[in-house]
């Protein structure tokens, strides 16, 4: 990339076939429409993504994702679908199929995992454009922490005995809701970062990682049925995005 060239941005969609919460995930119908399809359509309606492809080992999903004009153009190996595969090595695959085959190589990835149907593209957009005006390694997807569920406020059992998760005694804990600090927890919408950084560190982190925080009304990490439901509920309340072109 020269010094004027805009980055070359891919959102890699990772899609496998089987699932160990719900059967099928990715293609089951989520408020009339197969969960892939949702994240399909905010890479097209972002504006940053120079390319988006899907990794799968399931011909469904490759057809659903072909039918939304998201490009497909591998097979993932068996060993990299299984429920041990490790998102670094999936997104490495790709990394090595695309200098094969189109002898290109993106300057930086956005790894949009389907499970995350409310993240929209400028939600795309401005977790890449926080990443570029930055000296950032990557930027991660947050959402807050609701209280009841702070650090601060969680405990262990030991020996029948309530014992603070942080190890603070508990006649030290803060008492009163508006004191705890703001927590976040990753919602699994988005984690973006430099090529570089992946081949230098093995890691999508880096040293310095920034934080996007998105609201807890975009923030389902579908993986569980309760989750399922919830989705199905917000998206009750959403339009739906335009792809970027139409």
Same mark, same amino acid.
């Given at each position: 990339?020269?010094?004027?060239?805009?980055?070359?941005?891919?959102?890699?969609?990772?899609?496998r076939?089987?699932?160990?919460?719900?059967?099928?995930?990715?293609?089951?119908?989520?408020?009339?429409?197969?969960?892939?399809?949702? +994240?399909?359509?905010?890479?097209?309606?972002?504006?940053?993504?120079?390319?988006?492809?899907?990794?799968?080992?399931?011909?469904?999903?490759?057809?659903?994702?072909?039918?939304?004009?998201?490009?497909?153009?591998?097979?993932?190996?068996?060993?990299?679908?299984?429920?041990?595969?490790?998102?670094?090595?999936?997104?490495?695959?790709?990394?090595? @199929?695309?200098?094969?085959? *189109?002898?290109?190589?993106?300057?930086?990835?956005?790894? /949009?995992?389907?499970?995350?149907?409310?993240?929209?593209?400028?939600?795309?957009?401005?977790?890449?454009?926080?990443?570029?005006?930055?000296?950032?390694?990557?930027?991660?997807?947050? +959402?807050?922490?609701?209280?009841?569920?702070?650090?601060? @406020?969680?405990?262990?059992?030991?020996?029948?005995?309530?014992?603070? @998760?942080?190890?603070?005694?508990?006649?030290?804990?803060?008492?009163?809701? *508006?004191d705890?600090?703001?927590?976040?927890?990753?919602n699994?919408?988005?984690?973006?970062?430099? +090529?570089?950084?992946?081949?230098?560190?093995?890691?999508?982190?880096? +040293?310095?990682?920034?934080?996007?925080?998105?609201?807890?009304?975009?923030?389902?990490?579908?993986?569980?049925?309760?989750? @399922?439901?919830?989705?199905?509920? /917000?998206?009750?309340?959403?339009?739906?995005?335009?792809?970027?072109?139409?």
């Amino acid at each position: 990339m020269h010094a004027h060239d805009p980055p070359w941005v891919l959102g890699l969609i990772p899609a496998r076939r089987g699932s160990k919460g719900i059967r099928h995930k990715n293609l089951r119908p989520l408020a009339g429409r197969p969960l892939i399809q949702y +994240t399909c359509a905010a890479a097209l309606a972002s504006r940053h993504l120079t390319q988006v492809l899907v990794s799968t080992d399931c011909p469904r999903v490759a057809a659903a994702a072909r039918a939304d004009g998201v490009q497909v153009p591998f097979r993932r190996p068996s060993r990299l679908a299984g429920d041990t595969a490790r998102s670094v090595d999936v997104i490495q695959h790709a990394l090595h @199929w695309l200098a094969q085959h *189109q002898h290109r190589y993106p300057d930086i990835v956005a790894l /949009l995992q389907p499970t995350a149907p409310l993240r929209e593209g400028h939600h795309i957009d401005e977790a890449i454009g926080l990443l570029l005006a930055s000296d950032a390694d990557s930027v991660v997807s947050v +959402t807050p922490v609701p209280t009841h569920y702070h650090p601060e @406020w969680q405990f262990c059992v030991r020996d029948h005995q309530l014992v603070s @998760w942080t190890g603070t005694p508990l006649a030290q804990l803060v008492a009163r809701r *508006q004191d705890l600090p703001a927590t976040y927890s990753r919602n699994g919408a988005l984690y973006v970062f430099w +090529t570089r950084v992946l081949q230098e560190t093995g890691s999508l982190y880096g +040293t310095r990682c920034l934080a996007y925080v998105m609201p807890p009304e975009v923030s389902v990490n579908i993986d569980t049925v309760e989750d @399922w439901r919830r989705a199905e509920r /917000l998206l009750g309340s959403q339009p739906a995005e335009t792809p970027h072109g139409l």
